[in-house]
């Protein structure tokens, strides 16, 4: 079964940055996207951006140039380097990976709360 661990969330000044990771139990190269998601209270959940198994990163308008998408193969881990956080950046941060044989899977998030 495979399974996705968010961590990396807490509580963070605005003006300051936090670097999520989304750690698999298999080679994230057996999938061929993981995106990051989040969910505010009270909102929807929405998409942040993705990275394809070549590499290709995506991002959602509202977050370029503030967020990062990057992968260590030999941890199996993605990760999402979040800079300049915003109040409005409070949430919480998903994973998800999709696989060639239609597999997809969610983490169980990590809470992100920006807050002086």
């Known amino acids: 079964q495979v399974q996705l661990v968010e961590s990396g969330g807490g509580l963070v000044q605005p003006g300051g940055s936090l670097r999520l990771s989304c750690a698999a139990s298999?080679?994230?190269?057996?999938?061929?996207?993981v995106g990051w998601y989040r969910q505010a209270p009270g909102k929807q959940r929405e998409f942040i951006g993705s990275i394809t198994r070549g590499g290709t990163t995506g991002y959602a308008d509202s977050v370029k140039g503030r967020f990062t998408i990057s992968r260590d193969s030999a941890e199996n881990t993605v990760s999402l380097q979040i800079d300049s956080l915003r109040p409005e950046d409070t949430a919480d941060y998903y994973c998800h990976a999709a696989n060639d044989e239609g597999g997809r899977y969610w983490g169980q998030g990590t809470r992100v709360t920006v807050s002086s």
């Open positions: 298999t080679s994230i190269f057996s999938f061929n996207f």
